[in-house]
């Protein structure tokens, strides 16, 4: 039987893991569960090493094989949140000046306060909402139309995409304008998608996650990834992207620069991922 071996994935899984774990252990004297956090990231290590052992082809080994970083991208945004608790820095005051110093002035508490329409609120941030299904629905499109290349090449990007704001996350923490500053209320968020998003962040979110944006990195990376296998659904996703970015400043959720640096980080992976996946597989074919 031909087994999975290892995949340009996995390379970058364990690049980032093996970065992610210098960022704690150089916060190990007040992060209390570092032992505990550095034991899950070497599980993540076995669990990569098992999967070369998965047969190459064949139903939801395969499946699993590829969209493993997506299965545990949550496990290393709830690991940053416990992470930034215990240290307790924060650069939002930095951050701000740098919004002061582009904009004149905090443009994601400014914006809806001088716009508050309820449409474009409900329209915003119903795209805001969509992160994840546009995050998990191409590499599963992808799946089912039986594109499997297009498929782990989908869930490189994304890998990519959020490992890369991980570590940014790990290094320069910042909470963001939705808990720094009062939050919207009244009209602009009576509706369901703004409900619904203030919900995911009150019962999800984790401190310190806000610059750049990873909902911008990720879903721009995802469509741009979609876009030589899936093209009609590029099509579709890319004015939910864009849409997506601007919900970012409207809806308070992130600085304007954030919504900036995430765009551009965006365009710089886009540029360098298939050159990346090349490289990171370039041992298997000798």
């Given at each position: 039987m031909n087994r999975r071996g290892?995949?340009?994935?996995?390379?970058?899984?364990?690049?980032f893991i093996v970065v992610f774990a210098a960022i704690l252990l150089a916060q190990a004297k007040v992060v209390t569960a570092w032992p505990w956090l550095l034991l899950a990231d070497a599980l993540v290590v076995v669990l990569?090493?098992?999967?070369?052992?998965?047969?190459?082809?064949?139903?939801?080994?395969e499946f699993i094989g590829g969209a493993y970083p997506l299965i545990l991208f949550g496990a290393f945004y709830t690991q940053l949140g416990l992470i930034q608790l215990?240290?307790?820095?924060?650069?939002d005051l930095v951050v701000?000046?740098?919004?002061?110093?582009?904009?004149?002035?905090?443009?994601s508490v400014t914006w809806h306060q001088r716009m508050p329409s309820p449409a474009l609120s409900f329209v915003l941030h119903l795209c805001y909402g969509s992160y994840y299904w546009i995050?998990?629905?191409?590499?599963?499109?992808?799946?089912?139309?039986?594109?499997?290349?297009?498929?782990?090449?989908?869930?490189?990007?994304?890998?990519?995409?959020?490992?890369?704001?991980y570590l940014v996350f790990g290094v320069f923490p910042v909470a963001g304008p939705y808990f720094t500053f009062p939050r919207p209320e009244g009209a602009?968020?009576?509706?369901?998608?703004?409900?619904?998003?203030?919900?995911?962040?009150?019962?999800?979110?984790a401190m310190g996650t806000a610059f750049p944006s990873s909902h911008i990195i990720a879903s721009w990376c995802a469509v741009h990834a979609a876009w030589r296998d899936a093209r009609r659904l590029a099509?579709?996703?890319?004015?939910?992207?864009?849409?997506?970015?601007?919900?970012t400043i409207y809806g308070q959720f992130h600085y304007a620069v954030d919504a900036l640096a995430g765009g551009l980080l965006a365009l710089g992976l886009m540029l360098v991922a298939d050159p990346l996946r090349r490289l990171l597989d370039r041992p298997l074919r000798r």
């Open positions: 290892t995949q340009p994935t996995d390379r970058l899984t364990l690049i990569v090493a098992l999967l070369r052992l998965l047969p190459a082809r064949g139903g939801s080994a215990d240290v307790g820095r924060l650069y701000q000046r740098w919004e002061l110093a582009l904009f004149g002035q905090q443009v995050l998990l629905g191409v590499p599963l499109w992808l799946w089912i139309r039986g594109k499997r290349d297009a498929f782990r090449r989908a869930t490189f990007h994304a890998a990519l995409a959020l490992y890369a704001s602009f968020i009576a509706n369901w998608p703004a409900r619904y998003v203030y919900f995911m962040l009150d019962n999800g979110s099509l579709v996703l890319a004015p939910v992207a864009f849409l997506l970015a601007v919900g």
